[in-house]
């Protein structure tokens, strides 16, 4: 393993500890906590106030990763390729950003209308595809792992990428409704990323996916439940643009749906429940997304990011061996 792998995880990790040491308290005094809508879960309510904009302290331990190891070398394609997908996820979480701002300094509670979410989204999305194409070497070939082949889309492969990167993003979101849950999956796959690493010529890829799951250790020190702080839009969106990324990064296009599986399930859970009442009147779980749904369940949040993430790894096992194959 290259010594810069281990170097990377470490200074995340004890920066993500630092900051979070450092700033939620600060938080807490100035206020900057959670506002529970009337529309959420009632048993939640005593999460109110908890501190929120968690995701910038496991952001800015990457930003000075990058800094200090990809920007130290000459950089190859493949460095772009992974900035791209860095300055992708950083693009994300300024959505996300923004919309936490505006939710707690503007007093809206929804925070950007739906509409100005995915306006900014697809944007985004369709300037990563273009950078990638124009800059990073990939054109719009889908890789088929099994059997070790390539299809040429063509201008489809624009179109249906754009959607999916949105979709997947979104997902991210979604899961993030409680205490460790979405960053507990986002360790999982930032490990199944950094294992995939070691197939490829270059260890840059490593070093960012190591430093990922050094911040995430450390965030979750603090958010476990019961969380201390939470992510807010800027680190489930920068999550599900990071790790999204990285899935095109890999030519895992086709995997993306197995390797997130728990998202894909939280957001279809979301349409579904959201469909089914606008045609009938009624609901098809208790409540939406479906880790909601458990919890009026009578599963425990421990339960739930356990079983959760048992998924995930099953999952990113299964991708890690159709990959090889």
């Known amino acids: 393993m290259d010594y810069r792998m281990l170097a990377a995880f470490g200074l995340s990790f004890v920066i993500s500890v630092i900051l979070y040491k450092i700033f939620i308290p600060i938080l807490r005094k100035v206020k900057l906590g959670q506002k529970i809508l009337e529309i959420g879960p009632a048993w939640h309510k005593c999460k109110e106030g908890t501190p929120v904009l968690g995701g910038l302290f496991f952001i800015a331990p990457m930003i000075v990763v990058v800094v200090i190891f990809l920007f130290s ?37 929804k925070g950007l209308s739906a509409t100005q979410k995915l306006v900014l989204q697809f944007l985004v999305a369709a300037v990563y595809l273009w950078i990638n194409s124009s800059y990073c070497g990939k054109d719009s070939s889908l890789y088929l792992p099994i059997g070790d ?24 979101n979604l899961t993030d409704g409680i205490d460790g849950l979405l960053g507990t999956i986002s360790v999982i796959i930032g490990i199944f990323f950094f294992l995939i690493s070691f197939m490829m010529p270059e260890n840059n890829s490593g070093i960012l996916t190591a430093s990922l799951v050094g911040a995430l250790i450390g965030f979750l020190i603090f958010n476990l439940h019961p969380a201390k702080i939470i992510m807010g839009d800027t680190g489930a969106l920068y999550l599900g643009g990071f790790l999204v990324g990285m899935a095109f990064y890999f030519n895992m296009e086709v995997l993306i749906f197995i390797i997130m599986f728990v998202w894909l399930i939280e957001g279809v859970s979301d349409i579904l429940q959201v469909g089914y009442y606008k045609l009938t009147k009624k609901r098809i779980f208790k409540m939406a997304p479906i880790h909601h749904h458990f919890e009026m369940c009578g599963w425990s949040e421990f339960k739930i990011v356990t079983v959760f993430s048992v998924i995930t790894a099953f999952m990113c096992g299964a991708a890690y061996f159709i990959y090889i194959m």
């Open 73 to 109: 070398e000459n950089l190859g394609e493949n460095d772009y390729g992974l900035l791209a997908v860095f300055g992708m996820a950083l693009a994300f979480g300024l959505i996300g950003f923004i919309d936490d701002y505006v939710k707690l300094f503007k007093k809206r509670n």
């Open 149 to 172: 082949r390539s299809i040429d889309l063509g201008v489809f492969y624009y179109f249906a990428a754009i959607i999916v990167i949105v979709y997947m993003v979104n997902c991210s």
